[in-house]
């Protein structure tokens, strides 16, 4: 190795250290790993038709570990469920529920094909990033743990997200990931109310039409999941499923939601299938380029504008236009385009500070729990397959010019999702195999 490749390895050995020792080991509550545990239990038990081959299952588990993240991440949001931000609706008036929506629209209606505009319950944006984070690294940690892989997972500091370190190899390998997740969508919350009526004419009348309400009482309330499900008998080809997950018990049981769900998935066997399905599918409508979208498509992050949109849709409340079911800011796993432009960035600076090691096998890429679903040709595909090297000269413009013992560097080392990883290293293809 030259001098200058003996400079460079000492420095970026240096940095390599120095991040790791600024990082923590990625960890959770018992609630958030015992959650995570039940769950993947129920994605390596399920019970695919008995004429699938195993391409094709390999493909659905990706789509059902999925989902089942998804289950985890509506798990922490649900913690922050408050008396405000219901919405009620009268249909059907004999089975009156309010609902605690995450798209902005009554979820009830919409699987009827209906839309009526009320304001999603998502938290702030940038809180999501961290949460998914961390749990996206626990739940990796856990599927790593079952398929016998001993992997650290640390969260680092700017520019690292998270690091993955196996050292059991010799040398040891690092991944430095520029972490980007976000959920499909996360399932409404729903409760059983009265009729709700208005007084006209001295009489009390049943409502006929939507209202935002407050609630006066919330906690030790049943609180239940809601679910669509196939029905060929509907209108709309769906109908509405509700699972009981418990009830918040005051304001400071912000684990409620992992406790319910945890006996539900292990309670009621139903459960998790119904659930996986109703996913799926609505992960295939979100896929779709198709003009035509089955309702479900509603209850999805980034689907956008209502098509057709109704005469009542309100317009922004600031700017422009009308309000969106749900933007691109909420874009799914690494597919808002922001996040892709920034994480290459992230990768390039990554791999640049951190390459050569000589005393590891340093590694660089993308982590999500989804892949760029709708971007991906059009932002990754001519970027996957680049590789870099350095020349200080800044006269090198052919290969040829380069001394035999220069090293290259993927730009990616993957591009690594639970439903579709890209691998231009052998570690990374192993071990992200779930």
Same mark, same amino acid.
């Given at each position: 190795?030259?001098?200058?490749?003996?400079?460079?390895?000492?420095?970026?050995?240096?940095?390599?250290?120095?991040?790791?020792?600024?990082?923590?080991?990625?960890?959770?509550?018992?609630?958030?790993?015992?959650?995570?545990? $039940?769950?993947?239990?129920?994605?390596?038990?399920?019970?695919?038709?008995?004429?699938?081959?195993?391409?094709?299952?390999?493909?659905?588990?990706?789509?059902?570990?999925?989902?089942?993240?998804?289950?985890?991440?509506?798990?922490?949001?649900?913690?922050?469920? *408050?008396?405000?931000?219901?919405?009620?609706?009268?249909?059907?008036?004999?089975?009156?529920?309010?609902?605690?929506?995450?798209?902005?629209?009554?979820? +009830?209606?919409?699987?009827?094909?209906?839309?009526?505009?009320?304001?999603?319950?998502?938290?702030?944006?940038?809180?999501?990033?961290?949460?998914?984070?961390?749990?996206?690294?626990?739940?990796?940690?856990?599927?790593?743990?079952?398929?016998?892989?001993?992997?650290?997972?640390?969260?680092?500091?700017?520019?690292?997200?998270?690091?993955?370190?196996?050292?059991?190899?010799?040398?040891?390998?690092?991944?430095?990931?520029?972490?980007?997740?976000?959920?499909?969508?996360?399932?409404?919350?729903?409760?059983?109310?009265?009729?709700?009526?208005?007084?006209?004419?001295?009489?009390?009348?049943?409502?006929?039409?939507?209202?935002?309400?407050?609630?006066?009482?919330?906690?030790?309330?049943?609180?239940?999941?809601?679910?669509?499900?196939?029905?060929?008998?509907?209108?709309?080809?769906?109908?509405?499923?509700?699972?009981?997950?418990?009830?918040?018990?005051?304001?400071?049981?912000?684990?409620?939601?992992?406790?319910?769900?945890?006996?539900?998935?292990?309670?009621?066997?139903?459960?998790?299938?119904?659930?996986?399905?109703?996913?799926?599918?609505?992960?295939?409508?979100?896929?779709?380029?198709?003009?035509?979208?089955?309702?479900?498509?509603?209850?999805?992050?980034?689907?956008?504008?209502?098509?057709?949109?109704?005469?009542?849709?309100?317009?922004?409340?600031? *700017?422009?236009?009308?309000?969106?079911?749900?933007?691109?800011? $909420?874009?799914?796993?690494?597919?808002?385009?922001?996040?892709?432009?920034?994480?290459?960035?992230?990768?390039?600076?990554?791999?640049?500070?951190?390459?050569?090691?000589?005393?590891?096998?340093?590694?660089?890429?993308?982590?999500?729990?989804?892949?760029?679903?709708?971007?991906?040709?059009?932002?990754?595909?001519?970027?996957?397959?680049?590789?870099?090297? +350095?020349?200080?000269?800044?006269?090198?413009?052919?290969?040829?010019?380069?001394?035999?013992?220069?090293?290259?560097?993927?730009?990616?080392?993957?591009?690594?999702?639970? $439903?579709? $990883?890209?691998?231009?290293?052998?570690?990374?293809?192993?071990?992200?195999?779930?």
């Amino acid at each position: 190795m030259d001098n200058q490749n003996s400079f460079l390895s000492n420095k970026v050995g240096h940095w390599i250290s120095e991040q790791t020792g600024n990082s923590y080991i990625v960890s959770g509550s018992d609630n958030e790993s015992e959650l995570i545990k $039940t769950l993947i239990e129920n994605v390596y038990t399920y019970d695919y038709p008995s004429n699938v081959l195993e391409a094709e299952k390999k493909r659905l588990r990706g789509l059902i570990l999925a989902s089942a993240f998804d289950l985890l991440v509506s798990a922490e949001y649900f913690k922050s469920v *408050g008396h405000s931000g219901w919405v009620y609706c009268p249909f059907p008036d004999n089975n009156p529920y309010i609902y605690y929506p995450y798209t902005n629209i009554c979820p +009830r209606c919409v699987v009827s094909n209906g839309f009526h505009f009320h304001k999603a319950n998502k938290p702030p944006s940038g809180s999501i990033g961290a949460i998914t984070s961390k749990l996206l690294g626990m739940f990796l940690g856990a599927l790593f743990k079952k398929h016998g892989s001993d992997i650290e997972i640390r969260k680092g500091s700017e520019p690292v997200d998270t690091i993955f370190i196996d050292k059991t190899k010799k040398p040891e390998i690092y991944l430095f990931a520029e972490v980007k997740s976000a959920p499909l969508l996360t399932l409404p919350l729903a409760m059983k109310t009265e009729k709700m009526t208005q007084e006209e004419d001295n009489t009390a009348k049943a409502l006929i039409s939507h209202e935002s309400v407050n609630i006066a009482q919330l906690y030790s309330k049943p609180l239940e999941l809601f679910i669509p499900i196939r029905d060929a008998k509907s209108h709309s080809g769906w109908q509405v499923k509700v699972y009981s997950i418990g009830s918040k018990e005051n304001e400071k049981d912000s684990e409620w939601a992992y406790k319910g769900i945890i006996k539900l998935l292990k309670t009621d066997k139903d459960f998790f299938s119904t659930y996986a399905k109703f996913w799926i599918e609505a992960m295939n409508e979100y896929e779709s380029n198709n003009e035509g979208k089955q309702p479900i498509f509603w209850l999805t992050n980034a689907c956008g504008q209502p098509v057709p949109r109704p005469e009542s849709w309100p317009r922004r409340a600031s *700017g422009a236009g009308y309000e969106s079911v749900s933007d691109g800011k $909420t874009s799914v796993g690494m597919d808002r385009t922001d996040d892709i432009k920034k994480a290459t960035y992230q990768v390039l600076k990554l791999g640049a500070e951190g390459k050569p090691a000589i005393d590891k096998i340093y590694l660089v890429g993308i982590v999500s729990n989804i892949h760029a679903v709708r971007h991906f040709d059009e932002y990754l595909t001519n970027l996957k397959d680049i590789i870099w090297t +350095r020349d200080e000269s800044g006269t090198i413009t052919n290969a040829s010019q380069l001394d035999p013992n220069t090293e290259f560097y993927n730009l990616f080392d993957g591009i690594i999702s639970l $439903t579709n $990883t890209v691998a231009r290293n052998s570690w990374i293809k192993k071990t992200f195999d779930f």
